[in-house]
């Protein structure tokens, strides 16, 4: 019958699901396959369907091997099909994924939070009440990596109030929002090294992670688990947080996880790093730098800087304040100015005079100077930033007396 009448147009949706059902059951490379024939198919013949394909594709699929940036470009794409047949719900969905990817894959954050801005705007006229529920704590989360909150480890600002949001998710039983607010506070107390504050977030969300098991979440929460546990075990030296953080690298390195090569890396390097022998650990940093340059990761290069940069600071002060300096640098590119601000105020408490940096001895990172060009631009991105602060406060709208 396929031969005579051909597929039916349910069989691109049919594909996505058998991926994901086969990233679930530990075949990645076979979800991949069977996202990128669906992403294919609709591609040829353009639907109703395509928008809410594309988006399963992305979410569950194609990030198996597929770079953030390609993901992105292809939810942007599924966005404007939903648009196109007036497909507001699979507008939305597209919406916020894509809002998720680009919090979690570093791109620029002023870009970030323009979009965020209208996406929300659009969802709020369209009463896509859940949607924006599900979006608000990224857009939340990338103002405060700006600088735009009195708090950067709590989601309170333009976007949303904390306390509010999880009260509302909590009485509407909504899992999904809880997990949502929580994520991204486990975000902040990494960038912001709150690690006792991370511990907590990873209480909240490892009982319901599972579920989610497939997604690019999943293995970005893994990679943060890892980061705070190897930092407690550094700060209380109980050995359980480093056997847990062993585990998670054990199951990156076997989930087939060609996009995640430089967090791997960095946590290689973490790990290494509690040892009291640093011979050959310079290299294991400046891999997981490289790593993060090659797929365009600037928030990823900016962290493994900054991890490099503690790791040697009890060794080797000059090192230490190479790759510091370099993570602040790369925290400026990304528009990170809550972090640069910090990172600022502890270069001022580590070194007493200003400094000049030259080209770090890796071959891994370009040579940079501390240049007119780059405090021009700095001051632009403040500049910038201060002027966002008048902006009007987003809030969720209300329908039929529910948020």
């Keep these: 019958e396929i031969l005579v009448n051909g597929l039916s147009p349910m069989a691109p949706y049919a594909f996505c699901w058998y991926g994901m059902v086969n990233a679930f059951l530990g075949s990645p490379s076979d979800a991949y396959r069977f996202g990128a024939l669906a992403k294919r198919m609709v591609e040829q013949n353009e639907s109703r369907l395509t928008a809410r ?25 599924a966005y404007r099909s939903a648009q196109t047949w007036g497909e507001i719900d699979s507008a939305s969905h597209a919406a916020t ?25 659009e969802m709020s006229n369209h009463s896509q009440v859940t949607a924006l529920a599900l979006a608000v704590p990224f857009w ?18 333009d976007a949303m109030r904390e306390a509010e949001a999880m009260s509302e998710a909590i009485s509407s039983h909504s899992i999904l929002v809880q997990l949502t607010i929580s994520f991204v506070r486990l975000h902040m107390a990494v960038y912001f090294r709150a690690w006792d504050m991370g511990l907590e977030m990873i209480t909240k969300i490892e009982s319901q992670i599972k579920l989610f098991e497939a997604s690019y979440n999943y293995w970005i929460f893994k990679f943060l688990c890892a980061m705070v546990f190897l930092a407690i075990d550094r700060k209380t030296k109980k050995k359980k947080h480093r056997g847990k953080a062993v585990k998670i690298i054990k199951q990156m390195k076997k989930s087939e996880l060609v996009s995640f090569q430089a967090i791997i890396l960095l946590l290689e390097a973490e790990l290494a790093s509690l040892g009291s022998d640093k011979k050959g650990l310079k290299l294991l940093y400046d ?13 990823f290069r900016a962290l493994a800087n900054e991890m490099s940069g503690y790791a040697f600071l009890n060794y080797d002060d000059y090192l230490a304040d190479q790759y510091l300096s370099e993570a602040l640098e790369y925290y400026f590119q990304w528009g990170c100015m809550a972090k640069v601000d910090r990172l600022e105020a502890e270069h001022q408490s580590l070194h007493s005079k200003p400094k000049v940096v030259t080209s770090q001895s890796s071959g891994s990172r370009g040579s940079r100077t501390n240049s007119t060009k780059s405090d021009k631009r700095r001051s632009k991105n403040r500049a910038k930033t201060e002027a966002m602060k008048g902006a009007t406060p987003f809030s969720i709208p209300k329908v039929d007396g529910k948020v």
Excluded at 65 to 70: D, Y
Excluded at 97 to 121: A, D, P, T, V
Excluded at 287 to 299: P, Q
């Design 53 to 77: 394909i594309l988006t399963l594709a992305c979410s569950f699929c194609l990030h198996w091997q597929s770079p953030p940036t390609t993901i992105g470009e292809i939810l942007k794409r």
């Design 97 to 121: 994924n894509l809002m998720n990817i680009s919090f979690c894959w570093g791109r620029h954050l002023f870009e970030i939070e323009e979009e965020s801005r209208c996406f929300c705007q």
């Design 140 to 157: 939340q989360g990338v103002l405060n990596l700006m600088g735009r909150c009195e708090d950067p480890l709590k989601l309170n600002g």
């Design 287 to 299: 891999l997981a730098i490289e790593a993060a340059r090659e797929k365009d990761h600037i928030h």
